[in-house]
C-alpha cells in the first residue's frame, strides 16, 4: 500500500482565498500570514498522512472496542485542524482567528494523547508515535509563526477569553 494513497487531504488551493476588491490594498499586509499558512498546512499534509496510516494500523473488527474507540477519536483530531487553518486564513477578526487557532492545538494535543495512549496499551508501536512528533513538531514552530501574525483588532471579546 502507498502512504500516499492514505492521505486523501487536498492540497493547497490557492483560489479558495481570493482577495475581493475592497481588500486588494490590506493584501500586502495578509501575504506573510498567508505564506505561513500555506507552509503550516502543508506540513499539517505531512501529519495527516502519517496519522492516517498510524490509525490505519489499529485493530478495527466493527465492535465498540478500546482500539477502535481510540482510532475514531483520533481521525476526529486530525480532520479538524486543516479545515481550521483554512478557516482562520479566510476571516480578519482577531477574535475569530485565535479561536481557531485555539481549535487547531487543542486538537493536535488531543490526537497525540490518543496516540500515546495506543502505544500505551500495546496497539501500537513506539517508532511510529515517534515519527508523527517529529512530523508535529515542525508544525508547531510554524504554527507560532502564524499565531504572531494576528493583530489584535477593537473587536471585544464577548467571552472575555481573547481579550
Known amino acids: 500500500m502507498n502512504l500516499n494513497d492514505l492521505n486523501f487531504l487536498p492540497e493547497w488551493d490557492?483560489?479558495?482565498?481570493?482577495?475581493?476588491?475592497?481588500?486588494a490594498a490590506e493584501e500586502w499586509r495578509?501575504?506573510?500570514?498567508?505564506?505561513?499558512a500555506k507552509a503550516?498546512?502543508?506540513?499539517?499534509?505531512?501529519?495527516?498522512?502519517?496519522?492516517?496510516?498510524?490509525?490505519?494500523?489499529?485493530?478495527?473488527?466493527?465492535?465498540?472496542?478500546?482500539?477502535?474507540?481510540?482510532?475514531?477519536l483520533i481521525y476526529e483530531n486530525v480532520m479538524i485542524v486543516a479545515p481550521k487553518i483554512?478557516?482562520?486564513?479566510?476571516?480578519?477578526?482577531?477574535v475569530l482567528k485565535m479561536e481557531n487557532a485555539s481549535?487547531?492545538?487543542?486538537?493536535?494535543?488531543q490526537m497525540m494523547e490518543q496516540i500515546g495512549f495506543a502505544v500505551l496499551m500495546g496497539w501500537a508501536d513506539e517508532s511510529h508515535k515517534q515519527?508523527?512528533?517529529?512530523?508535529?513538531?515542525?508544525?508547531?514552530?510554524?504554527?507560532?509563526?502564524?499565531?504572531?501574525?494576528?493583530?489584535?483588532?477593537?473587536?471585544e471579546d464577548e467571552w472575555g477569553l481573547f481579550v
Open 131 to 155: 515519527v508523527i512528533e517529529e512530523a508535529l513538531y515542525k508544525f508547531r514552530e510554524l504554527y507560532k509563526q502564524w499565531v504572531s501574525t494576528f493583530q489584535k483588532d477593537a473587536y
Open 40 to 72: 503550516m498546512y502543508n506540513q499539517w499534509r505531512e501529519v495527516f498522512g502519517l496519522v492516517i496510516a498510524f490509525a490505519e494500523n489499529l485493530a478495527d473488527d466493527g465492535e465498540e472496542t478500546h482500539p477502535a474507540s481510540t482510532k475514531a
Open 103 to 109: 481549535n487547531i492545538r487543542t486538537n493536535a494535543k
Open 86 to 94: 483554512i478557516g482562520a486564513i479566510s476571516m480578519d477578526l482577531y
Open 14 to 23: 490557492e483560489s479558495r482565498y481570493k482577495v475581493g476588491p475592497g481588500d
Open 30 to 36: 495578509r501575504g506573510p500570514a498567508r505564506a505561513i
